[in-house]
């Protein structure tokens, strides 16, 4: 007689459930890395000034998204600054854009942004 295998049950470390504040809240951040590339690419006056500034400004973001924002950083800062800090990160990528001469993008950005800061339970 075969044996019937015992029901199975759930993985006690199954994947977190994401919700749509979340999802928004990570898209921001990544639109926000791709968008200070463009406009460090934008507004360096020759290649090398391009690639300068996109990576730099791209990898002063990560750092104090790494050191301060992030959900696992050591230092994370308590609920108040850390909203500050973001929505300082999101407004400078928006007047960077604008300043490259992508204002559209810029102000799209800058809306999404804040919806999302406004809607995340952080």
Do not use: C, I, N, Y
């Not at 809240?25 to 996109?54: C, I, P, Q």
């Not at 230092?75 to 559209?104: E, I, N, Q, S």
């Amino acid at each position: 007689m075969p044996r019937t295998p015992p029901p199975s049950a759930p993985a006690p470390d199954s994947a977190p459930q994401v919700s749509g504040a979340g999802a928004l809240a990570f898209l921001v951040e990544l639109a926000m890395l791709v968008l200070l590339a463009v406009a460090g690419w934008r507004l360096g006056g020759s290649t090398a000034a391009s690639v300068l500034l996109a990576v730099g400004l791209v990898a002063a973001a990560v750092v104090v998204w790494g050191l301060w924002l992030a959900p696992r950083a050591r230092r994370r800062l308590p609920r108040a600054p850390r909203l500050a800090a973001k929505a300082a990160l999101f407004a400078a990528t928006a007047v960077l854009d604008a300043v490259a001469g992508l204002v559209v993008t810029a102000v799209v950005f800058a809306v999404v942004a804040a919806v999302s800061l406004v809607w995340a339970h952080d």
